[in-house]
């Protein structure tokens, strides 16, 4: 063969294929090595090295957008908020309030309380006035109502707010109040927050508002950017009223609106002291996002003078910044105290090992476990991963409720018709270790039985899944089912 009829450009790209490919999978041993030193859950141990073998490049970018272990590598670093000198009077401040009131240590729910304390310093606070609000066209007038009253601070933080119609609505209250010289603080998330337009942002700043954007979706910080995300919907009312729960501010959440799908959802109001730590939570958040002291106040943590024992409750806070998966320790021990019943709801159940076989265990012990989750998701791969833990879960013993008449977004759970927990944490892996998440925990009967009515309101409109409909899915769904699974963790 003459040099003459080698095609050159041929070899010459071959060349740079091969060394193209050869420097990806250098990349993809190095990040596994590193991986694997991480000691993860093996799943997403897993997950993240079939992502990088199968799909080169593409997997590595995916890894560094969404694999990153901040909450080990401190990126988040905790420690340098509560150095400051304010974090630590405050914290001071509260924790010694938490002594006056415990459970015994014989007391059935001593150890979730104690649990949580411990983990994340939440208090178990008394004196308190629930209120159980379902869809938004109930929760957004109170919302609304409980900020006309408001006579010193406002303080907001959601992960959608949209100015819509509705989120016109909160925006002309919030602006008239800061008006009047009333304190008003907002944090969005950026990312949640896309449809937030300059002009909404414009009428809150010349009213005075201050308002800031929760991780701002920036290069080069598109990876933690993108992947951590402030998951939290409170609104604090001058240190005595609170919302917490499932509901963002934007119009599809309110049935009133005549949206194309029909949305359930459940928020609770808070007044007394459990407002404390939702307070907490939201002014930690704002130090995270301005990066400036905060002047306290203690108008911020009124005192209520109401018996300890009326409606206890604790205000969980999770996330990259927390030493600590607070809300999925706490939802493990809740489910491993149950005798006789847990009901469970949430729009996506992609669970980690720890809480399948929780699950699994209670109802094999003879708890009887039910779960009520949409029908139809708003992902297809999110639905599928869903549907490969049905099979189990029957097996075992769990009730599986697919809710019908729309769309469940609720994120609640009740033990033993006397505890419960509402708040914005999903049943799955993206709320227990990525996102920034706040649950109340709640050991009130009273409020429990009524969350108890409204799951039986639910399983009305949802039809009960039998292991038999599962056995008639064909090969081709539940192959789709397994390959979605294998994502569960990067979900």
């Given at each position: ?297 203690d108008d911020f943590f009124p005192i209520s003078e109401s018996s300890p024992s ?149 399983k009305k409109e949802s039809v009960q899944l039998m292991l038999s409909d599962v ?21």
């Amino acid at each position: 063969m003459e040099f003459s009829n080698l095609n050159w450009d041929t070899i010459r790209e071959g060349f740079i294929l091969l060394w193209v490919v050869g420097i990806n999978y250098l990349l993809v041993f190095f990040i596994s090595l590193k991986i694997l030193l991480e000691n993860r859950n093996p799943q997403k141990t897993y997950a993240f090295v079939i992502l990088l073998i199968v799909v080169p490049f593409v997997g590595i970018l995916f890894y560094f957008s969404f694999g990153q272990n901040y909450r080990r590598n401190k990126i988040f670093n905790r420690k340098r908020i509560f150095d400051d000198k304010s974090f630590q009077e405050i914290a001071t401040r509260l924790t010694k309030k938490s002594s006056e009131y415990r459970y015994d240590k014989d007391h059935p729910l001593r150890k979730i309380s104690e649990l949580l304390l411990t983990g994340s310093h939440s208090l178990l606070t008394g004196g308190n006035s629930l209120e159980l609000l379902i869809n938004g066209e109930n929760c957004f007038p109170k919302m609304l109502e409980a900020i006309a009253q408001a006579k010193n601070h406002i303080h907001m933080e959601y992960y959608i707010f949209t100015d819509d119609e509705l989120g016109i609505q909160f925006i002309k209250a919030l602006a008239n109040k800061s008006e009047e010289g009333v304190e008003v603080r907002l944090i969005y998330d950026a990312a949640g927050s896309l449809k937030l337009s300059n002009k909404g942002i414009s009428i809150l700043e010349r009213a005075g508002v201050q308002l800031l954007p929760f991780l701002p979706i920036r290069f080069p910080r598109l990876a933690n950017s993108l992947n951590y995300r402030n998951h939290r919907k409170i609104l604090v009312v001058d240190g005595v009223i609170g919302f917490v729960g499932g509901i963002n501010i934007d119009q599809r959440y309110d049935n009133r609106f005549n949206n194309k799908v029909y949305w359930r959802d459940t928020h609770l109001k808070i007044s007394g002291n459990g407002v404390w730590n939702l307070q907490f939570t939201f002014l930690f958040d704002w130090y995270f996002c301005v990066k400036d002291p905060i002047n306290f106040s203690d108008d911020f943590f009124p005192i209520s003078e109401s018996s300890p024992s009326i409606a206890p409750l604790q205000v969980v806070s999770s996330g990259p910044d927390s030493d600590w998966s607070n809300i999925m320790y706490a939802y493990f021990t809740s489910i491993n105290l149950a005798q006789s019943n847990i009901r469970l709801t949430t729009p996506y159940f992609i669970p980690n090992d720890s809480i399948l076989m929780s699950l699994k265990t209670a109802a094999l012990g003879g708890v009887n476990v039910e779960l009520l989750i949409p029908e139809e998701s708003d992902s297809t791969i999110v639905k599928y991963a869903m549907r490969s833990y049905f099979k189990q879960l029957l097996e075992a013993g769990v009730k599986i409720f697919l809710y019908r008449k729309g769309f469940v977004h609720a994120k609640t759970m009740t033990v033993d018709d006397s505890f419960c927990t509402i708040g914005t944490a999903n049943m799955d892996f993206r709320s227990f270790e990525l996102n920034f998440e706040v649950n109340a925990f709640i050991y009130d009967q009273n409020l429990t039985q009524m969350l108890v009515s409204q799951f039986e309101e639910d399983k009305k409109e949802s039809v009960q899944l039998m292991l038999s409909d599962v056995g008639r899915w064909k090969l081709p769904v539940r192959l789709g089912h397994s390959l979605a699974r294998l994502f569960a963790p990067l979900l």
